[in-house]
């Protein structure tokens, strides 16, 4: 097999529209784990939501690993603890909230369990009808997050309105230059995270974890967060539903969607399944 490890996104990517996989692609992954090949679930989403989509679905490899918060913490699912970890100082926390705050815009945060928010806005209840997590409202994030000892992974901004999020996005670049990068995960999401978080550093680092020739790992995405993923791999892939952004940095490109099973183009492709 020359092709060791996939790197999937999830929502848009591995996962319909549903949220479901089909039989063919489950199928497809049971071929290629028992055959010693490694799928690496690489998502934006926070790690208890990723688990908990892993196992409702029945993906259960050895060895298996989670990107989650997009690259700022690896897992090992198998030993049940991260190997690799990138965090928001809370000074940064603060300042972003300030600025989210400025504009109007919803941002939040996470716990281990929680999603934490200063408001309970639409944009939060639209959130977490796609990702189940349950919610706790504080007064201020950046103190309730000192008043837990807790630093977060990641932020998330949701916006309506592309102009004002993009507003948002150039201010935190202008502000904490170098600090944080800030990034589209689809048309309404800003994801915030430290500056050496990335799916493309997860991916160099997992592989050379592993000791696994970076040239003989496929990532797959659809998402402008999934791009540095995408360049790192040997080969990176874009879903049909791609951005074009993320269609323009992949070696290939699907010629179905992900409601459509076009992941197993993948598998047919570079995994002999």
Same mark, same amino acid.
């Given at each position: 097999?020359?092709?060791?490890?996939?790197?999937?996104?999830?929502?848009?990517?591995?996962?319909?529209?549903?949220?479901?996989?089909? &039989?063919?692609?489950?199928?497809?992954?049971?071929?290629?784990?028992?055959?010693?090949?490694?799928?690496?679930?690489?998502?934006?989403? %926070?790690?208890?939501?990723?688990?908990?989509?892993?196992?409702?679905?029945?993906?259960?490899?050895?060895?298996?690993?989670?990107?989650?918060?997009?690259?700022?913490?690896?897992?090992?699912?198998?030993?049940?603890?991260?190997?690799?970890?990138?965090?928001?100082?809370?000074?940064?926390?603060?300042?972003?909230?300030?600025?989210?705050?400025?504009?109007?815009?919803?941002?939040?945060?996470?716990?281990?369990?929680?999603?934490?928010?200063?408001?309970?806005?639409?944009?939060?209840?639209?959130?977490?009808?796609?990702?189940?997590? %349950?919610?706790?409202?504080?007064?201020?994030?950046?103190?309730?997050?000192?008043?837990?000892?807790?630093?977060?992974?990641?932020?998330?901004? #949701?916006?309506?309105? &592309?102009?004002?999020?993009?507003?948002?996005?150039?201010?935190?670049?202008?502000?904490?230059?170098?600090?944080?990068?800030?990034?589209?995960?689809?048309?309404?999401?800003?994801? #915030?995270?430290?500056?050496?978080?990335?799916?493309?550093?997860?991916?160099?680092?997992?592989?050379?974890?592993?000791?696994? &020739?970076?040239?003989?790992?496929?990532?797959?995405?659809?998402?402008?967060?999934?791009?540095?993923?995408?360049?790192?791999?040997?080969?990176?892939?874009?879903?049909?539903?791609?951005?074009?952004?993320?269609?323009?940095?992949?070696?290939?490109?699907?010629?179905?969607?992900?409601?459509?099973?076009?992941?197993?183009?993948?598998?047919?492709?570079?995994?002999?399944?």
């Amino acid at each position: 097999m020359e092709y060791k490890i996939l790197f999937t996104d999830m929502d848009g990517t591995l996962l319909n529209d549903e949220k479901e996989i089909s &039989p063919k692609v489950y199928d497809a992954i049971e071929q290629f784990t028992r055959a010693g090949g490694n799928v690496v679930l690489s998502s934006g989403r %926070p790690l208890k939501s990723i688990l908990e989509t892993k196992n409702r679905l029945g993906l259960q490899y050895p060895g298996m690993y989670v990107i989650a918060y997009n690259g700022a913490l690896i897992y090992d699912c198998q030993a049940d603890s991260p190997v690799f970890e990138k965090k928001l100082l809370i000074d940064y926390v603060n300042q972003t909230m300030d600025i989210a705050r400025e504009l109007g815009i919803h941002c939040q945060t996470y716990s281990d369990t929680h999603i934490i928010a200063e408001r309970d806005r639409e944009e939060l209840q639209v959130y977490r009808q796609h990702i189940h997590l %349950p919610c706790q409202v504080v007064g201020n994030i950046a103190e309730y997050l000192k008043s837990i000892d807790i630093e977060p992974y990641k932020m998330i901004a #949701i916006g309506f309105d &592309p102009e004002r999020l993009e507003k948002l996005r150039q201010e935190l670049l202008y502000r904490l230059q170098g600090k944080l990068h800030a990034f589209y995960s689809s048309k309404s999401y800003l994801e #915030i995270v430290h500056k050496d978080a990335s799916k493309g550093k997860a991916v160099a680092f997992l592989c050379d974890y592993l000791q696994i &020739p970076i040239e003989r790992t496929v990532a797959v995405g659809d998402a402008a967060n999934d791009i540095s993923m995408l360049k790192a791999a040997g080969v990176g892939v874009a879903m049909k539903n791609a951005t074009s952004d993320t269609k323009q940095a992949a070696d290939y490109v699907t010629e179905h969607t992900n409601n459509e099973d076009g992941i197993l183009e993948l598998f047919e492709r570079w995994m002999d399944v």
